[in-house]
């Protein structure tokens, strides 16, 4: 166990200091940190609402940081380009999040054109059981990108590797509201940029603590 939870530390020091530079980033991964705990609390009674707001808040502002607002250029800090951090990117990186993205915002095309979903469901009376469908369809998505790459990792890294960046996903809302509960009163400051990056070493200290 305990190589897992530093193999689980790494992970989520990693994702820090290579993707999460802007304060911009950081304070909407605040907002979806915390629509995100919302969500897990609506699970056990509204799944599908919950999802709904999963994805239309907080996966909407997260990808919206780190697609818009993350710098792509060359990182100082770390002495790594924009490209070779996508290529040692353990989960999503731009690309695959760009193709997961995507599939979520064509899927309600899927209930409109089948409105019985291959005979899963019954055809929405309402918008409001199509909204529900819909969230449920999302709730899949959701679920099936989570166990993709973990498996995935499973092939090409190994079991650890993949259970590991499981865990920091599902946990991920709750560390990073620990993490940039700060974030907004830098912005009001004129802070965009997160200098206090380059005090640490590589895996020298937690940022959370500091």
């Not at 915390?34 to 609506?42: I, K, L, P, R, T």
Request: aromatic share 12%; with cysteine.
């Amino acid at each position: 166990m305990t190589g897992f939870f530093e193999t689980l530390r790494i992970q989520r020091w990693d994702d820090h200091r290579y993707y999460h530079h802007s304060r911009v980033n950081q304070a909407l991964h605040l907002l979806s940190a915390v629509s995100f705990v919302c969500a897990y609390m609506m699970m056990f009674k509204e799944p599908a609402l919950a999802a709904l707001l999963g994805w239309l808040v907080s996966m909407t502002s997260r990808q919206i940081g780190h697609l818009v607002f993350e710098p792509k250029t060359y990182d100082h800090v770390n002495q790594a380009t924009h490209e070779y951090k996508e290529e040692i990117k353990v989960g999503y990186n731009l690309k695959r999040k760009i193709v997961l993205m995507t599939i979520w915002a064509l899927s309600p095309l899927w209930p409109l054109v089948n409105p019985t979903m291959l005979g899963l469901c019954e055809a929405p009376a309402t918008w409001l059981d199509f909204a529900r469908h819909v969230g449920y369809l999302w709730l899949v998505i959701g679920v099936g990108g989570l166990l993709f790459r973990v498996v995935q990792l499973f092939i090409i890294k190994d079991v650890q590797t993949g259970l590991v960046w499981g865990t920091k996903i599902i946990t991920d809302p709750f560390h990073d509201i620990k993490l940039y509960h700060r974030a907004p009163a830098a912005l009001m400051h004129g802070n965009f940029i997160d200098h206090s990056l380059a005090e640490y070493g590589e895996y020298e200290a937690d940022p959370v603590n500091r």
